[in-house]
């Protein structure tokens, strides 16, 4: 029998700082000096706010270095980041801190600039919590997953990448390990989350399971003989 | 209209977020939460307080709300405080502190403060916490106004209190000094179920634009603000005249007057003037305004405006934004937290830039679409009540454990 999987959700209480850069080299600092959670605030919930209403950055360092500082090379690369290679804050730190760095040695005069606005560095307090909805096989999990709110898709599809230490979501885990269906749960594994906002990526989950299901029952009726 | 219980708001914010707040609310369990500010009406301070208080309670939190008492001395000095600590430049003389402490602490006397959570709102009533050092609760500063540029000798006499709170909560980081203790940031919120900003027929605002003689035949242009020189209401003017000689449009400028305001009338007599006698800029003055009519105007309008030089949040851009409208806003207080130019609305920074947006937007309407949808969104995630509520038990569930970055609950 298949382990149950209970869908969990995540908030986040947004603390500020009182610290702020005006250029690049601030804005190195701040990154160098500040908490994981800080880190974790202007990356992975940022991305989900900004999915939400389409805006094509995935981090406020991004956001800021195009927007203030008007340094689009800069905010390309930090845009080309990808959260969900991520498991950890410090390795997206370090990679965070690896991209500013290259780029003051290519192009020195970008940090003598002053931004329009000030990057506002923010803390928060993550909380984890359990819903009450709960998949039993695929079946149950195609009927809650349309019920379940959007920062509960996010938690289980990027955020949980954090706490399970895994290069992967919690959904193609559950599916792969528990339904033993691993082409089902790559392709799902597979989505450019990118592209996608929240309510986009819960219709996309759902239209790969259906298509998965009537391929498989497909194949299944061939090999039995076929039409009758 | 009854007032909305928690359960009517699903239909709005979806089924998902309401049941979020009632699992988040079962951890919280039985605690109580008192807010305390110094008015029962009026202002944005009370209209918050009777929504979230009731649905605090909905949520099975116990919420209660007080209202400080005072001689209108003590509130004619709070009313300078408030504009001392947004900049105004005045000297206090030391009676002044020793009359707002006087009243501070006897209200003190006639209180209780055995809730779980107390919630001092704005500098009011915010040395009440001196007299309760050895307390067991917590207590939670909530500013609502802008302290990035306070009048130096007043926050000189306040930070001191300030200061002996677990927390301070702003709405803004821009708004916030700096301070000894954790602060929060709380975005200011709109109630989508109140008569500003809930649903209207289409014939109820046919009507209201009947009634006040603006013909729909073009596409109208609205600005919703007080004739105050900080909402530029002559540069909306500007940029209007400017926009038409591309595109054919109206204007629609919505005031309210206050009852002893002479502002008001100088401004007006600006706009006017810049206005001349053009049959397509329509102006109204209204001593007070209707809820539902404001809300009908925002709702029949195809751009919304809010092109201020200065501002706080400026929550109206919430409100058009809610209503899927197009918004431009100039880029100013609480308004780019709003507005992601080019993905929830125009920013601009000039009448020539509110002019390129107007023409922008009335001549690409999928660009209108997209900001209006994305923009409806974003107040959807963040500027609405029931976030508001969340960051209230998201707060007492981590004032228990100050140290977490991450709190799992089980």
Redesign the interface.
């Known amino acids: 029998m298949a382990d149950v999987f209970q869908f969990l959700?995540s908030?986040?209480?947004?603390?500020?700082t009182?610290r702020?850069a005006h250029n690049l080299e601030e804005m190195l600092d701040l990154i160098k000096t500040c908490?994981?959670?800080s880190i974790f605030y202007h990356t992975f919930c940022a991305f989900l706010?900004?999915r939400?209403?389409?805006?094509p950055y995935n981090n406020d360092f991004a956001l800021w270095a195009s927007?203030s500082l008007n340094e689009q090379a800069l905010a390309e690369k930090l845009m080309a980041v990808d959260l969900s290679e991520y498991n950890t804050i410090k390795r997206l730190k370090i990679h965070l801190i690896e991209i500013i760095e290259r780029y003051r040695e290519q192009k020195p005069d970008a940090f003598k600039k002053i931004a329009n606005?000030p990057f506002?560095l923010?803390d928060?307090?993550?909380?984890?919590?359990?819903?009450?909805k709960f998949a039993y096989g695929l079946k149950s999990f195609c009927e809650a997953l349309p019920?379940?709110?959007?920062?509960?898709i996010y938690y289980h599809f990027i955020e949980s990448r954090l706490r399970t230490r895994l290069q992967d979501n919690d959904f193609s885990i559950w599916i792969e390990k528990s339904l033993n269906m691993p082409e089902l749960a790559h392709l799902i594994r597979k989505i450019d989350i990118n592209l996608y906002t929240l309510e986009g990526l819960r219709s996309r989950i759902i239209q790969l399971i259906d298509q998965y299901l009537s391929e498989t029952s497909r194949a299944s009726q061939t090999h039995s003989g076929g039409q009758v | 209209m009854t007032a909305p219980i928690l359960f009517d708001y699903k239909e709005v914010v979806?089924?998902?977020?309401i049941?979020?707040l009632t699992?988040?609310a079962s951890?919280v369990g039985n605690r109580s939460i008192k807010m305390v500010n110094s008015t029962a009406v009026g202002g944005g301070v009370a209209e918050m307080l009777r929504r979230v208080v009731p649905l605090l309670n909905d949520l099975g939190v116990k919420a209660t709300w007080d209202v400080i008492k005072g001689e209108e001395e003590f509130f004619e000095i709070t009313k300078s405080f408030h504009n001392a600590l947004q900049g105004k430049e005045e000297y206090f003389h030391e009676d002044v502190f020793k009359t707002y402490l006087k009243y501070n602490e006897m209200n003190n006397r006639e209180m209780e403060f055995d809730e779980d959570l107390i919630v001092i709102h704005d500098p009011q009533p915010a040395a009440l916490i001196h007299w309760n050092q050895n307390r067991k609760n917590r207590w939670v500063w909530r500013c609502h106004i802008d302290l990035s540029h306070p009048n130096q000798q007043l926050w000189e006499f306040l930070k001191p209190y300030v200061e002996q709170y677990d927390a301070a909560i702003?709405s803004s980081?821009?708004f916030?000094p700096?301070?000894a203790i954790?602060?929060?940031?709380f975005y200011p919120a709109i109630d989508p179920l109140d008569d500003k900003n809930r649903e209207l027929d289409a014939s109820y605002v046919d009507g209201v634009f009947e009634k006040y003689g603006i013909p729909r035949d073009k596409p109208i242009v609205t600005q919703v603000s007080r004739y105050d020189p900080w909402k530029d209401p002559v540069g909306v003017v500007q940029a209007f005249k400017m926009a038409r000689k591309y595109v054919d449009c109206r204007l629609l400028l919505v005031g309210d007057k206050a009852a002893d305001d002479p502002e008001t009338d100088k401004v007006l007599a600006k706009v006017k003037a810049e206005a001349g006698d053009d049959p397509d800029i329509h102006l109204l003055l209204f001593s007070p305004s209707i809820a539902t009519e404001i809300n009908a105007f925002q709702r029949g309008s195809d751009i919304v405006l809010q092109k201020s030089l200065r501002e706080g949040f400026a929550l109206t851009v919430s409100e058009a934004l809610w209503k899927s409208r197009p918004v431009i806003g100039g880029a100013v207080g609480g308004i780019?937290a709003q507005i992601?130019?080019e993905?929830?609305g125009l920013l601009v920074h000039s009448p020539e830039g509110a002019s390129l947006a107007i023409r922008s937007l009335l001549t690409q309407p999928d660009l209108a679409n997209?900001v209006g949808k994305?923009?409806h969104?974003?107040v959807k995630?963040?500027f609405l009540i029931t976030k508001n509520l969340?960051?209230y038990l998201?707060?007492l569930?981590?004032l228990d454990r100050p140290q977490?970055?991450?709190?799992?609950?089980?």
């Open positions: 959700s908030a986040s209480l947004v603390k500020l009182g702020k908490s994981d959670s706010q900004m939400e209403v389409q805006v927007r606005e506002y923010y928060m307090i993550r909380i984890v919590y359990r819903t009450d019920t379940v709110s959007m920062y509960s | 979806g089924p998902d977020i049941e979020e699992i988040l951890h702003f980081a821009l916030s700096e301070l954790p602060q929060y940031r780019p992601i130019d993905y929830t997209k994305n923009g969104q974003r995630d963040e969340k960051r998201l707060l569930l981590a977490e970055e991450t709190i799992f609950l089980h």
